[in-house]
């Protein structure tokens, strides 16, 4: 059930920033709530930032407030996590997803394969 890609995942040092890219070629993502969710080892996934599907709304994970900015550019059939001041706690398998907005995983049909994360000295 593979339809959103991820892309722009690294290795990077704390305090640094990245942008992840969720892209689809099957589906037209401004119908779509979008949310960015996350899973380290051991953890159970979840919520960090979602996006309604105008992009009126947004809501983000407390930890990750004032940090993170998620953003959309229909036109482009993009949407993107913009991360700053980045720390070890970040790292993760970041997905995207398409459904109904909201934080929880619940209500998004459609999944990425994930983009890793990493963020250490």
């Known amino acids: 059930q593979l339809q959103l890609v991820e892309f722009g995942g690294g290795l990077v040092q704390p305090g640094g920033s990245l942008r992840l890219s969720c892209l689809s070629s099957?589906?037209?993502?401004?119908?779509?709530?979008i949310g960015w969710f996350r899973q380290a080892p051991g953890k159970e996934r979840e919520g960090v930032s979602c996006?309604?599907?105008?992009?009126?709304?947004?809501d983000y994970a407390d930890s990750v407030k004032g940090r993170f900015t998620i953003s959309r550019d229909n036109a482009k059939n993009t949407v993107y996590l913009q991360m700053n001041s980045l720390e070890p706690e970040d790292t993760a398998v970041y997905y995207c997803?398409?459904?109904?907005?909201?934080?929880?995983?619940?209500?998004?049909?459609?999944w990425g394969q994930g983009t890793q994360v990493t963020v250490s000295s």
């Open positions: 099957r589906f037209f993502l401004g119908r779509f709530a």
């Open positions: 996006i309604s599907s105008s992009g009126a709304d947004t």
């Open positions: 997803a398409a459904g109904n907005y909201g934080l929880g995983p619940n209500e998004y049909d459609y």
